[in-house]
Structure formats: structure tokens, C-alpha cells
């Protein structure tokens, strides 16, 4: 009998995986897509000024998309209950201007998810990345006031609830919004134009109007590292506390969990998870991929790690162990879903970051789509 993996977890939660929107694309889209990539780095090229004195910049080889048919596709559908878009329901792929959303996308992944009785999930509404520059300018380039721009963050989430919120199970309402530099909400100087322009109560405002627009979701408030840094762990810890205190409608504290082999101590992420569900939270796995590469390989460039049999069953044992620390929390009430951030290792987002150049293998699947150990030893 074949094996499927969110029915070994479904006593416990649903099993999810980032879907990236090239398995949602005709080849004509994909090849577009390249194209208007190409004619973007040559621009950008055109225009780098590099500051004086700075170390000669040397541009990367625009990415090449793999050529013939994708196993994800397949695995999308038959190994995950629950699916999310890895790109194509960021906004500035949705809100492209005044009166202008792009919905083509988003109503794919739904269709998806719905022929494949799935859960979908929808990441994000407010990030400092990824927003359209128009959001935050007038006509004349200016920047907005705060009333515009609360209309207009508004206006994009009640209009993606109206179209969508039946279909949605959770929503990243607020994505990556603690700093990593003092732990505190992220502020202009630290690329949030939000909190620039709306100032720190940009948050609580999403989320009330967030539960008006969908009356029905779990709302996630989002971040990485928390798992990893107890300074920001806490931090998180007490903007939540703080937002429950002001009648703020938050409900689940999102893990991003782009962790490795070795790192974070499965005690530590015990600790993340019932430090939150200490505040009546769900907490749910977002993100999830396990790197090869521990974060002090960061400095090595091109480490070139072979994949060998020892380090697979290193990593189908670190899998495993996670997964048994995921069905304790589930049990105690608190973990809700766990949610993989991509299916085979050849489209993780984790090759050429953080070292371009280099590959990684930290998911499931290998990148022909063969099941790795660490499949093996989820379902067995
Ligand atoms: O995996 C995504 C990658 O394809 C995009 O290029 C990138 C752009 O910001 O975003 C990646 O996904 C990120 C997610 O949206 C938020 N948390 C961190 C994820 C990995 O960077």
C-alpha cells in the first residue's frame, strides 16, 4: 500500500506544504515568468551604482528553471492535507494597485485545494516585505499619511475575505514583524513601512479588521528564529501578551521553523510551543525544512556537502524526533498544523540561500521526487 504521510499525523494535525506557484503555471506562463526576471536583473544591473569603495559586486546567473515534468505536482496532491502558497498570495502579487487586485493566482491555489480536499492557508497580509511600492506613496511620490494607508491596508483585507475567507483555514495576518535587533516590534529604521507610516498599532489594527473579514480563520501572527533566540522568543511572548490584554483578536502564534539538522534542541522548541500555549495560543509549525548546513557553515561559501546515506538518516532521525515532539504538543491541545515550506529539495527556496551558489537538501522528497529516509521514517 502507498504511503501518505498527513494520514500517519491525522489523530494529531494536518500536514501542509508550501505549493510554489510554478506547479500552478502553464509552460508559457513559466517561460514569461524567466523572461520578465531576465529583463529585470538586466535593468537593475544597468542601474547598480556600487558605493564607493565597496568590494567589486559580482552579479548571480539569473536562476534556470528545471527542465521537464515535476514530481511536486503529484506530491502536492496526495501526501498533504493542507497546502499554501509560497509566493502568489503575498501582496504584492495580489494588490497591484488603487483598484487593482490580481486574483488569477490565488484562485488557482483555492480550486486546488478544494479537487483535492485540502485546507488552505493564506500567507500573508501585512509583511515589511514583499508589499507593492505603491502602497506607501501618493501620485507624486510622496509618502502617504497614515489615514491613506490604513484605508488602503483596509481595503486589501476586506476585499481578499470577501472573495476568499470560506476557503481559509488560517491567516498569517501579521508576517515577521519582531526585529532582530532589540526584539521589539520592527520600526521604519528596520524596513517596516508600516510601523513608518501607521506607527506600532499598525498590528492591532490588522487583526481586528482581519477577524471582521474572516470571521472564521485562525489569525497567525508569523515570525522565524523564535524557536531558535529566547531574546526573541520572549519578545513575541510579550507583544502577544500584551495584544490579548488589549482585546486584540489573535489566536495563533505561527513557528516559521527554517531550522537544521542539529539546531534548535528539540527541548527548546517544547519550550517555544508551551510558552505560548501558556497564553490560551494554538501555536502551528508555518515553514518548516530541516538544512544540511548548520548556521556556522554560513561562512563557508561553497562547502560542497555530499548527501550521504549517514547524514539522509541523520536527518530522517531529526525529522522524526520533531514530529514526536509535534504529537506531544498536539495532544496537549496546543499544536494545530504542521506545515512544510516546500515538497522536493530541487525547488527549496534554501538553495543559494544563505551562500549562493550552494545547494541544500532539507525536505522530503529529493529533487526527482523520490521519497528520502526521512519520509521513510515519518510514515513508517
Ligand atoms: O520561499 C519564498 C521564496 O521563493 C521567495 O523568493 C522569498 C521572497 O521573500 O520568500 C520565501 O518565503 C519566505 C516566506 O514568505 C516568509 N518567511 C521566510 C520564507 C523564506 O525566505
Redesign the pocket.
Known amino acids: 500500500m502507498e504511503k501518505i504521510l498527513f494520514e500517519s499525523y491525522k489523530d494529531y494535525f494536518k500536514v501542509g506544504a508550501?505549493v510554489?506557484g510554478f506547479l500552478l503555471m502553464s509552460k508559457e506562463e513559466i517561460d514569461e515568468h524567466f523572461k520578465q526576471m531576465a529583463i529585470r536583473m538586466e535593468e537593475f544591473k544597468k542601474n547598480f551604482k556600487a558605493p564607493p569603495g565597496a568590494p567589486q559586486f559580482k552579479f548571480p546567473e539569473p536562476p534556470k528553471f528545471p527542465e521537464g515534468p515535476l514530481p511536486d505536482y503529484d506530491l502536492a496532491k496526495k501526501q498533504f492535507n493542507l497546502i499554501v502558497a509560497?509566493?502568489d498570495t503575498?501582496m504584492d502579487a495580489v494588490y497591484l494597485g488603487e483598484d487593482n487586485f490580481n486574483f488569477k493566482m490565488a484562485d488557482r491555489y483555492v480550486k486546488f485545494a478544494k479537487e483535492n480536499n485540502q485546507s488552505l492557508r493564506w500567507?500573508?497580509l501585512v509583511w515589511h516585505?514583499?508589499s507593492p511600492r505603491w502602497i506607501f506613496k501618493d501620485k507624486d511620490g510622496n509618502k502617504v499619511s497614515k489615514e491613506v494607508l490604513e484605508e488602503r491596508l483596509k481595503k486589501y483585507i476586506f476585499t481578499i475575505g470577501k472573495r476568499y475567507s470560506d476557503d481559509i483555514c488560517s491567516v498569517d495576518v501579521v508576517?515577521?514583524c519582531i526585529s532582530d535587533k532589540n526584539f521589539v516590534l520592527r520600526d521604519g529604521a528596520d524596513r517596516s513601512m508600516w510601523y513608518d507610516i501607521i506607527g506600532p498599532e499598525y498590528v492591532d489594527k490588522a487583526f481586528f479588521w482581519a477577524k471582521e473579514a474572516f470571521p472564521k480563520s485562525n489569525l497567525v501572527i508569523n515570525d522565524?528564529n523564535l524557536e531558535m533566540i529566547e531574546g526573541k522568543r520572549q519578545g513575541m511572548y510579550n507583544l502577544v501578551k500584551g495584544m490579548l490584554e488589549r482585546g486584540v483578536p489573535v489566536d495563533t502564534v505561527g513557528l516559521?521553523m527554517?531550522i537544521n539538522y542539529e539546531n534548535p534542541s528539540i527541548e527548546e522548541i517544547e519550550k517555544t510551543i508551551e510558552l505560548y500555549g501558556s497564553l490560551g495560543l494554538n501555536v502551528i509549525v508555518t515553514?518548516m525544512e530541516v538544512s544540511a548546513y548548520l548556521d556556522k557553515d554560513f561562512q563557508k561559501p561553497d562547502p560542497r556537502r555530499e548527501y550521504t546515506k549517514e547524514f539522509l538518516d541523520l536527518q530522517a532521525e531529526r525529522y522524526y524526533k520533531l514530529f514526536e515532539c509535534f504529537k506531544k504538543e498536539a495532544k496537549a491541545g496546543i499544536l494545530k498544523d504542521v506545515v512544510l515550506?516546500g515538497i522536493t529539495d530541487r525547488l527549496s527556496?534554501k538553495n543559494n540561500?544563505p551562500s549562493p551558489g550552494r545547494t541544500d537538501a532539507p525536505l522530503l522528497f529529493d529533487n526527482d521526487g523520490k521519497p528520502k529516509p526521512a519520509f521513510d521514517r515519518l510514515v513508517r
Open positions: 508550501a510554489s509560497e509566493n503575498k500567507h500573508t516585505n514583499q508576517n515577521e522565524y516559521q527554517h515553514e515550506w527556496w540561500f
